[in-house]
């Protein structure tokens, strides 16, 4: 596998592994918005987003807008990925999981930014 470098399209982000470009990566570190709760994005195919690994115990709300952390050294810290439309939560595991709607329309995806060094 090549070197990986972000990609960004107008309004929101895909990923570049090995040049090839990806729109939702296998998995990477984000954060919400406004208050912090941290957790990994990951795609489900069928352009489904998920938004996992979230501390039960975060409060985490719907229209919630989720960003990258910059922890994992592929994207800079910052870029907005979606917003949270729905989540799941339950008694019994020790994580809650949220659905994301991204940033950008797939359909609509025609160009990108490449991101090399930040």
Do not use: C, H
């Amino acid at each position: 596998m090549g070197r990986q470098i972000a990609a960004l399209d107008a309004s929101g982000l895909a990923l570049n592994s090995s040049y090839q470009i990806l729109l939702i990566p296998n998995l990477f570190k984000i954060i919400t918005a406004d208050n912090g709760a941290l957790g990994l994005v990951r795609g489900e195919g069928n352009f489904r987003v998920i938004f996992d690994l979230i501390p039960r115990e975060a409060n985490v709300k719907e229209g919630s807008s989720v960003v990258t952390t910059g922890f994992e050294g592929i994207f800079p810290e910052g870029i907005l990925v979606g917003e949270i439309k729905k989540i799941e939560k339950n008694d019994v595991t020790p994580f809650q999981r949220a659905k994301v709607e991204p940033a950008f329309n797939i359909k609509e995806l025609n160009a990108v930014f490449i991101i090399s060094d930040f």
